[in-house]
């Protein structure tokens, strides 16, 4: 792994452990020598992790739609940054420039980037790993769901075994490079 794309907030939250936890990720990304790919913004938890990268110099792909280029919210000092006209364009080209993927606190964006690249390691489309920083809890609840997803019969649990869970980003990293990838040739249909 080399370019880890990183979904995450375009608000801060109202705690301030959300934007130290960027930092830590920043961090533990900056002394593995990797790269960030992430959504382009200046803004809440995607300026915080974007600017404690640059800071040390390493390398930020940014991705963003021309629409949120026009509303001033496009981080400048990307490594490089490419602007897109739709936001399928900017999930697309941010799942194919990463290596794997971390789903950090975040809103319906996140969450939306989060089970695509879910629903494209289930189906094959990507091999790519895919952690859920649970940081401070803030995925409880979705994990609780998606359990009652399995129980129910709507989500395999090997589907959800794929799903990497930890709140340290060491330990993640540590798993997303350790990854494996566990394929079911046929999903069984109840």
């Not at 913004?41 to 963003?64: E, F, S, T």
């Not at 869970?165 to 540590?174: F, K, R, S, T």
């Amino acid at each position: 792994m080399k370019k880890i794309t990183v979904y995450c907030g375009s608000n801060k939250g109202k705690n301030a452990i959300f934007s130290q936890g960027a930092v830590a990720l920043a961090n533990e990304m900056i002394k593995r020598d990797l790269s960030l790919v992430y959504g382009a913004g200046n803004v809440g938890l995607m300026g915080v992790i974007a600017d404690a990268m640059l800071a040390a110099d390493k390398k930020v792909y940014g991705v963003i739609p021309q629409k949120l280029v026009d509303i001033e919210v496009a981080h400048q000092g990307c490594t490089e940054l490419t602007v897109v006209e739709t936001m399928r364009d900017r999930k697309w080209l941010m799942a194919e420039k990463g290596d794997g993927f971390i789903a950090m606190p975040g809103g319906i964006g996140t969450f939306e980037e989060l089970f695509e690249i879910m629903t494209l390691n289930q189906l094959a489309y990507i091999r790519k790993p895919l952690a859920l920083y649970n940081l401070n809890g803030y995925y409880d609840g979705l994990l609780k769901f998606l359990q009652h997803a399995v129980t129910e019969g709507f989500l395999h649990q090997a589907q959800l075994d794929l799903l990497i869970v930890g709140d340290n980003p060491a330990e993640i990293l540590d798993k997303m490079a350790a990854f494996e990838p566990k394929y079911i040739d046929k999903w069984e249909v109840k």
